[in-house]
DNA sequence: TCGAACTTTCAGTAAGTATTGAAAACAATG
DNA sequence: CATTGTTTTCAATACTTACTGAAAGTTCGA
């Protein structure tokens, strides 16, 4: 077994700040209704300086292979991390997106993938079983499902537009949203 | 013990619609992290002509006094459901927000407050923290800790703005991201 | 002040999620 | 093709969160 990239002389007290941040990450995480495990990786990965190896984030984390792994594996598919191999090495290493806003852009793209198509989906659906009936309250039933679908679509839509965008493009909305 | 409102004579078919959509709410809600029953009860009061006792609460979702207990008063913490006292009446009744753009508002500023906010905190404490390093390293984390700052300071910011705002300019941002 | 209608609390339990660790699978090397 | 380093899987288990039901608390009217 080789070592791993060997341990740089680093400062105790950036160390201490890097883990807090860590940490308090995977809190926040939890309290996102994310898995905390997941969170802390991320976090540690976006504050890492080089690519770390599956065994490097046991170690830094005091978790599990099995747990690092699968929690790894889950955040290159949300696209928030990648593996890179490193010419004459085994050892997969992984690296996070650092850039702050195609992060933010990853997570949206996602999250309206996983979160506001299904619910679509479902809001479509009963907008479609409820067009046929005519009493006064299936109206108003259609009526409130359509609005909320129509909301969640737009919704959708501005997720993507936004996600498509480029940074400047963004920021100058944001001039826009506070004068 | 008193009657709840007399059942009326209700469309089957609308009925079942409801209950799909309720049903398959509170699915969405669990694939977001948020707690399924909490999903529901706020479905079912959306979609409700009437507003809804604990008891047929309970009746309509088959859950106990104290789960429906304590979701309704979640999400009046949360500002989604309100509750209404009838005159003459001693049972509490709950109903939900029903203008979408105000429900989207409130989710939104509530949100805010409970992710948004303490993610600043944790991240200015790390800036903070870091301020005073020196090595090169330390700079690089003090660079992206600021970065990731000041975004969420942003985005909370466009947050407030959003939810502060009149539908009818929030309408003509739409139109605007669209073009 | 009593009792009925209603609400709130909470200990116990059920259900759901995350984690471990070890075995199996895989891949590169000689 | 055997060895060694590495990744993947997964049954068992630990941990977390949600739910129940019954008891305690509150409010109101007579």
Same mark, same amino acid.
């Given at each position: 077994?080789n070592? %791993?990239?060997?341990?740089? *002389?680093s %400062?105790?007290?950036? %160390?201490?700040?890097?883990?807090?941040f860590v940490v308090?990450?995977?809190a +926040?995480?939890?309290?996102?209704?994310?898995?905390?495990?997941? #969170?802390?990786? &991320?976090?540690l990965?976006?504050v890492s300086? $080089?690519?770390?190896?599956?065994?490097?984030?046991?170690e830094?984390?005091?978790i599990?292979?099995? $747990?690092? &792994?699968?929690?790894?594996?889950?955040l290159?598919?949300?696209g928030?991390?990648?593996?890179?191999?490193?010419?004459?090495e085994? *050892?997969e290493?992984?690296?996070a997106?650092?850039?702050?806003?195609?992060?933010?852009?990853?997570?949206?793209?996602?999250? *309206?993938?996983?979160?506001?198509d299904? #619910?679509?989906?479902?809001?479509? $659906?009963?907008?479609?079983?409820?067009?046929?009936?005519?009493?006064?309250?299936a109206?108003a039933? &259609?009526?409130?499902?359509?609005?909320l679908?129509?909301?969640?679509?737009?919704?959708?839509g501005? +997720?993507?537009?936004?996600?498509?965008?480029?940074?400047?493009k963004?920021?100058?909305?944001a001039?826009?949203?506070?004068?």
């Open positions: 077994m070592e %791993d990239t060997p341990a740089r *002389k %400062d105790p007290a950036l %160390d201490a700040v890097r883990d807090e308090q990450w995977g +926040m995480g939890s309290a996102w209704g994310i898995n905390r495990t997941m #969170a802390q990786i &991320h976090a990965l976006m300086p $080089n690519p770390l190896s599956t065994d490097q984030v046991m830094e984390l005091k599990s292979r099995g $747990n690092a &792994h699968s929690n790894l594996r889950e290159i598919g949300w928030l991390i990648r593996g890179v191999i490193r010419k004459g085994r *050892k290493y992984f690296e997106e650092k850039d702050v806003w195609k992060m933010f852009c990853t997570i949206a793209r996602e999250r *309206k993938r996983r979160e506001i299904p #619910a679509l989906d479902v809001l479509e $659906n009963c907008k479609e079983a409820s067009k046929g009936l005519r009493s006064s309250e109206k039933f &259609h009526t409130q499902i359509s609005e679908s129509d909301f969640v679509k737009l919704a959708g501005a +997720m993507d537009q936004i996600a498509r965008s480029e940074q400047s963004a920021a100058r909305w001039q826009k949203l506070f004068t």
